[in-house]
């Protein structure tokens, strides 16, 4: 199992690295790039936002965020909305570091998903690009595939550390 677990370890660690450690950016988009959606909805999602109080700031295709829920198809969105404002209370509530920003501009956006960005980086950087749980989680209760291949990441981070 060493080999397979070293094998698994290295594409694990590259995979990591490749999303965590290094640049991407959100990119400004059209609508009609996305036919395969429902268009319409989206317009009325945004009517009925801007109905109350909030603006388009540009339409993105953004990479994947910390906190992502998703909901049904046709959800209302009263819901939608309701739901978001009682995530930010609990997200906020339990951590005295966590606001929400106001963002006017689509400039606003960029800066705040660098930032962003910078956090995630940090973390997995710090964890040493995943952890004994999260393998364990993938592993489905193999647990000692899940342990060899997170010894072998480890075996591979300080390699590296010791090389430069």
Do not use: C
């Amino acid at each position: 199992m060493t080999n397979a677990a070293r094998l698994a370890a290295e594409e694990i660690v590259a995979k990591m690295r490749a999303q965590y450690n290094g640049p991407h950016r959100i990119v400004q988009v059209q609508e009609d790039a996305f036919p395969h959606l429902d268009l319409g909805a989206y317009a009325g999602f945004r009517s009925a936002l801007e109905k109350r109080g909030y603006r388009l700031l540009a339409v993105v295709s953004v990479p994947p965020s910390i906190d992502r829920q998703f909901f049904p198809y046709g959800t209302p969105v009263a819901t939608l909305l309701s739901h978001h404002l009682r995530r930010i209370g609990e997200i906020s509530g339990t951590d005295a570091q966590v606001r929400s920003l106001f963002m006017a501009s689509y400039d606003d956006v960029l800066q705040m998903d660098q930032r962003q960005k910078a956090l995630k980086d940090g973390y997995r950087a710090s964890r040493q690009w995943v952890t004994r749980d999260e393998l364990r989680n993938m592993a489905h209760g193999k647990d000692k595939l899940a342990d060899a291949v997170y010894e072998e990441v480890q075996k591979l981070v300080a390699a590296e550390r010791k090389a430069g």
